[in-house]
Protein backbone atom coordinates (compact mmCIF):
# COMPACT_ATOMS: atom_id res chain seq x y z
CA UNK A 1 0.00 0.00 0.00
CA UNK A 2 0.75 3.41 -0.18
CA UNK A 3 0.74 6.47 2.26
CA UNK A 4 0.33 9.88 0.61
CA UNK A 5 0.62 13.07 2.86
CA UNK A 6 -0.03 16.22 1.47
CA UNK A 7 0.35 19.81 2.78
CA UNK A 8 3.41 19.78 4.24
CA UNK A 9 4.09 22.96 6.45
CA UNK A 10 8.04 22.71 5.66
CA UNK A 11 9.69 20.97 2.77
CA UNK A 12 12.85 20.19 4.88
CA UNK A 13 11.46 19.00 8.74
CA UNK A 14 11.42 15.40 9.06
CA UNK A 15 7.68 13.84 8.91
CA UNK A 16 7.14 10.80 10.74
CA UNK A 17 4.18 8.06 10.48
CA UNK A 18 3.56 5.60 13.20
CA UNK A 19 1.81 2.49 12.04
CA UNK A 20 -0.82 1.24 14.57
CA UNK A 21 -2.48 -2.54 14.70
CA UNK A 22 -4.10 -2.21 17.93
CA UNK A 23 -6.62 0.03 19.28
CA UNK A 24 -4.72 -0.77 23.43
CA UNK A 25 -1.76 1.18 22.11
CA UNK A 26 -2.68 4.13 19.90
CA UNK A 27 -1.07 6.85 20.27
CA UNK A 28 0.91 5.60 23.17
CA UNK A 29 4.11 6.37 23.11
CA UNK A 30 6.21 3.27 22.22
CA UNK A 31 3.43 0.87 21.08
CA UNK A 32 3.20 1.33 17.82
CA UNK A 33 3.50 -1.36 14.59
CA UNK A 34 6.56 0.37 13.84
CA UNK A 35 7.23 3.70 12.41
CA UNK A 36 8.81 5.21 9.45
CA UNK A 37 10.41 8.71 9.55
CA UNK A 38 11.24 10.64 5.82
CA UNK A 39 12.03 14.18 4.61
CA UNK A 40 10.54 15.95 2.03
CA UNK A 41 13.51 17.02 0.24
CA UNK A 42 12.23 20.02 -0.93
CA UNK A 43 8.21 18.86 -1.73
CA UNK A 44 5.48 19.85 0.01
CA UNK A 45 3.99 16.40 -0.20
CA UNK A 46 5.43 13.26 0.24
CA UNK A 47 4.44 9.48 -1.09
CA UNK A 48 5.93 6.69 0.94
CA UNK A 49 5.18 2.95 -0.22
CA UNK A 50 4.85 0.72 3.24
CA UNK A 51 4.26 -3.12 3.21
CA UNK A 52 1.33 -3.62 6.01
CA UNK A 53 -0.01 -7.06 6.62
CA UNK A 54 -3.77 -7.35 6.14
CA UNK A 55 -6.15 -5.99 8.80
CA UNK A 56 -7.08 -3.22 10.66
CA UNK A 57 -4.83 -0.10 10.90
CA UNK A 58 -4.44 3.63 11.50
CA UNK A 59 -1.72 5.96 11.19
CA UNK A 60 -0.42 9.04 13.15
CA UNK A 61 1.57 11.41 11.55
CA UNK A 62 3.80 14.55 12.87
CA UNK A 63 6.36 17.05 11.44
CA UNK A 64 9.27 17.76 13.68
CA UNK A 65 9.46 21.34 13.01
CA UNK A 66 12.46 21.90 15.27
CA UNK A 67 14.14 18.60 14.47
CA UNK A 68 14.40 17.61 18.64
CA UNK A 69 13.10 14.38 17.57
CA UNK A 70 9.96 14.71 19.41
CA UNK A 71 6.28 15.72 19.27
CA UNK A 72 5.78 19.00 20.97
CA UNK A 73 3.02 20.02 23.21
CA UNK A 74 1.74 23.27 24.88
CA UNK A 75 0.62 23.38 28.80
CA UNK A 76 -2.91 21.60 27.81
CA UNK A 77 -0.52 18.70 26.04
CA UNK A 78 -1.87 19.72 22.14
CA UNK A 79 0.69 19.32 19.83
CA UNK A 80 2.13 22.59 18.73
CA UNK A 81 3.90 21.26 15.68
CA UNK A 82 1.60 19.64 12.38
CA UNK A 83 0.25 16.50 12.93
CA UNK A 84 -2.61 14.49 11.31
CA UNK A 85 -4.44 11.21 11.26
CA UNK A 86 -5.51 8.84 8.67
CA UNK A 87 -9.05 9.39 7.74
CA UNK A 88 -8.57 13.00 8.34
CA UNK A 89 -9.78 13.40 11.23
CA UNK A 90 -9.41 16.51 13.20
CA UNK A 91 -9.78 16.20 16.55
CA UNK A 92 -11.07 19.34 18.65
CA UNK A 93 -11.07 18.66 22.32
CA UNK A 94 -9.45 15.31 22.56
CA UNK A 95 -6.86 12.80 20.65
CA UNK A 96 -9.02 10.53 18.04
CA UNK A 97 -9.69 6.51 18.69
CA UNK A 98 -8.85 4.01 16.73
CA UNK A 99 -11.74 3.30 15.57
CA UNK A 100 -11.85 6.40 14.16
CA UNK A 101 -8.84 6.17 12.38
CA UNK A 102 -9.10 2.46 11.39
CA UNK A 103 -8.79 1.47 7.70
CA UNK A 104 -8.66 -2.37 6.69
CA UNK A 105 -6.04 -2.73 4.26
CA UNK A 106 -7.05 -6.37 2.06
CA UNK A 107 -4.20 -6.22 -0.65
CA UNK A 108 -1.86 -4.51 -2.79
CA UNK A 109 -2.09 -1.04 -4.59
CA UNK A 110 -4.28 0.64 -1.79
CA UNK A 111 -3.67 4.50 -1.37
CA UNK A 112 -4.12 6.36 2.07
CA UNK A 113 -4.10 9.76 1.48
CA UNK A 114 -3.65 12.24 4.54
CA UNK A 115 -3.68 15.79 5.20
CA UNK A 116 -1.28 17.37 7.65
CA UNK A 117 -3.31 20.07 9.63
CA UNK A 118 -0.33 22.96 11.05
Known amino acids: ?21 TRAGFLKSGKWA ?4 VKPEGK ?11 GEWAVA ?14 FLCIPTEPY ?8 TVAAPDFNECKFRV ?3 GQVVSIVLKD
Open 84 to 91: AFSNNIRP
Open 34 to 37: FSKS
Open 61 to 74: ITQDMNNNDKVDKN
Open 106 to 108: DGP
Open 1 to 21: MTVKVSALVSTSSTVKLYFYN
Open 44 to 54: REITLPVDLPK
